[in-house]
């Protein structure tokens, strides 16, 4: 199985504040990789899909950039409703397998 | 808009058959994959598996022995058994669709709002 690495899986930032998330995979897996958000008691929502391109309806502050093993997602003006834990999610083979999340905290 | 729904006991007991079935409305069951994924309590998402609208399916290896995934698209349904459960299957069950398309993937784009199913007697 690839197994997804998040880092940080924690981490405390102010509104405004540009945020980035690094997704490590186990093996190079192209650009399938999609990212989501989950708020506390909601299903997870797609932001970003093909590593880089934003979903319909998602603001363009979201982004994803990288391909093979390095993947990053980028909040570049962080708001109050962008609190809540982000997942990695890979593509490339089975079984589909998810990153272990990072939490996003108001400082 | 495209809705999903689960539904199904919420509580299990252990060696038992957990049971759901999905409701998809608002569009068709056809040309699309539909996934179920669950989440522990305070955890990560774990991928079960997918049927495709044709019903070909695929398991994830670590659950493949105890699933199965079906579809009724008369009912534009498609539902997930686990047999042989234990605490440790206790989990919010999502199923998805995988219908944004891009370079050969089809991505996880509508989601059910999740259902808890404890496993305890």
């Known amino acids: 199985d690839i197994q997804l690495t998040q880092s940080p899986s924690f981490l405390s930032a102010s509104v405004g504040d540009r945020v980035t998330i690094t997704c490590r995979a186990s093996?190079?897996?192209?650009?399938?990789l999609a990212w989501f958000q989950q708020k506390p008691g909601k299903a997870p929502r797609l932001l970003i899909y093909a590593a880089s391109t934003l979903q319909s309806g998602v603001p363009s502050r979201f982004s994803g950039s990288g391909s093979g093993t390095e993947f990053i997602l980028t909040i570049s003006s962080l708001q109050p409703e962008d609190y809540a834990t982000y997942y990695c999610q890979q593509l490339d083979s089975y079984p589909r397998t998810f990153g272990g999340g990072t939490k996003v905290e108001i400082k | 808009q495209v809705q999903l729904q689960e539904s199904g006991p919420g509580l299990v007991k252990p060696s038992e058959t957990l049971s759901l079935t999905c409701s998809v409305s608002?569009?068709?069951?056809?040309?699309?994959?539909w996934s179920w994924i669950r989440q522990p309590p305070g955890k990560g998402l774990e991928w079960i598996g997918y049927i495709y609208y044709s019903g070909s399916t695929n398991y994830n290896p670590s659950l493949k022995s105890r699933v199965t995934i079906s579809l009724d698209t008369s009912k534009n349904q498609f539902s997930l058994k686990l047999n042989s459960v234990t605490a440790a299957d206790t989990a919010v069950y999502y199923c998805a669709r995988s219908g944004q398309y891009s370079t050969g993937r089809f991505y996880f784009d509508y989601w059910g709002q999740g259902t808890l199913v404890t496993v305890s007697s």
């Open positions: 608002g569009g068709s069951i056809s040309g699309f994959y």
């Open positions: 093996q190079g897996i192209s650009s399938y």
